[in-house]
């Protein structure tokens, strides 16, 4: 899994500068940090390429540079989840008893547990059985972002 966040910018008090790229540039250049060391480019997919948002960057990686920014700038990375790899899938075999979490279209987080019912090379089902025997299931693919562990 590519673990991710997002990181908040912040320009320091006294900035006569205020534009989000040349306070990221000043702390990029501050901290010794490249964004090739922080950023995503996994597809044409704007929602898997690093971009600037409201004074934020996101996705980020999670890793030990992108936290030397944060400090930097004063702020916690936030917003951390992980995307699912195809290498992912081979952990995992039909039967499993898994848990999920993921967050919904509102950044809300959300988590359950189920079976895996059904795995290929690009996706994998799981079904979570509900008390008195109802169901809920999901359906994950490569590049989806959500955390799957063995319970």
């Known amino acids: 899994m590519i673990k991710l966040a997002r990181l908040t910018i ?10 989000m790229g040349n306070v990221m540039n000043v702390a990029l250049d501050a901290t010794g940090i490249s964004m090739n060391e922080i950023s995503l480019a996994l597809s ?12 934020c960057l996101v996705p980020v990686l999670d ?19 992980a995307l699912l790899e195809a290498s992912d899938l081979q952990q995992f075999a039909v039967g499993d008893k898994v848990r999920i979490t993921s967050r919904n279209d509102w950044a809300m987080p959300y988590s359950g547990e ?3 019912t059904e795995i290929n090379a690009e996706q994998v ?17 490569v590049w989806d972002e959500v955390t799957i562990e063995k319970v």
């Open 10 to 19: 912040t320009a320091p008090k006294g900035t006569a500068d205020r534009e």
């Open 125 to 141: 089902a799981i079904l979570a059985i509900l008390k008195k025997g109802s169901g809920k299931g999901w359906r994950f693919k």
């Open 114 to 116: 189920g079976k895996v």
């Open 44 to 55: 044409k997919d704007y929602h898997h390429n690093t971009h600037f948002g409201n004074w």
């Open 63 to 81: 890793n030990e540079k992108t936290k030397a920014l944060a400090d930097y700038f004063g702020r916690p990375l936030d917003f951390q989840h």
